[in-house]
Each structure stands twice: as structure tokens, then as C-alpha cells.
């Protein structure tokens, strides 16, 4: 059975990048612009990783994850942060909130896959 990623950008052009580097790899995909339609979307489907940018409009990434970790079906879900930033503050801020990887903007699709199958494969 695929395992099941949810990706939240609000880039539709890097959902579509990310989605076509997954489903490639045999990975089920749902996707969101910001981190308020995630929650939504968060309705206990099992999902095996969260994949969000930082900086979107409604809610962040950081936040997301966040708000995520508080749901009982999502506690022990790996997140990953997939984003433009790359200060050392911003990616504290991202473990804090429970982000287990931080990957930099723009990415090449093995360096996303390193990161996916250590992530949930392992």
C-alpha cells in the first residue's frame, strides 16, 4: 500500500514539482496552499509525512506544525519543512514546533527523496 504525503505550499508550481517527484516514487499525495486548508484536510486520514513551506498566507508552516502536533492522529507524524528560509533562528523555531527536517528552496528531487525515505521508509 502507498504511504501517503501531504504537501502544503502555497507555490502551486512547487506543490505540482513535489507531487510529480513523490507520486514518480509510488507516494499517494494530498496537497494544500496554507496551513488553515491542511487542517482541514487533517481529518484523520493517515497521513506518513507533512511536507510545508514557512511563509504562507493564513497560516504559516511553523504554526501548522504546531497546531498539527496537537491533533491525536497526527502526534507521531514526521513533519518536514520544505522553504526559501535558511536562518539558523527560523529552523530552531522549526524543531521547537516539532519539524524533524529542513529542506532549502530551490531543491533537487533526490535531495526530497533522501529526506522522505529517511524520514518515513526507515
Known amino acids: 500500500m502507498a504511504k501517503t ?5 502555497d507555490s502551486a508550481s512547487i506543490r505540482m514539482v ?15 496552499s496554507d496551513g ?6 487533517l481529518n484523520g486520514v493517515k497521513i506518513h509525512l507533512l511536507i510545508t513551506d514557512v ?16 491533533l491525536p492522529s497526527y502526534k507521531f507524524t514526521p513533519m518536514m519543512m520544505l522553504t ?3 536562518s539558523d533562528a527560523k529552523k ?11 529542506l532549502v528552496k530551490p531543491f533537487q528531487p ?6 522522505v525515505s529517511k524520514l518515513i521508509l526507515s
Open 110 to 115: 533526490p535531495a526530497l527523496l533522501n529526506a
Open 5 to 9: 504525503i501531504m504537501i502544503v505550499d
Open 84 to 86: 526559501t528560509e535558511s
Open 36 to 41: 488553515v486548508e491542511a487542517l482541514k484536510k
Open 55 to 70: 511563509n504562507m498566507p493564513n497560516m504559516d508552516g511553523i504554526t501548522l506544525v504546531q497546531e498539527a502536533k496537537k
Open 92 to 102: 530552531m523555531q522549526g524543531r521547537q514546533a516539532g519539524a524533524k527536517a529542513w
Open 18 to 32: 513535489v507531487r510529480l517527484t513523490l507520486e514518480g516514487e509510488g507516494f499517494k499525495v494530498i496537497d494544500a
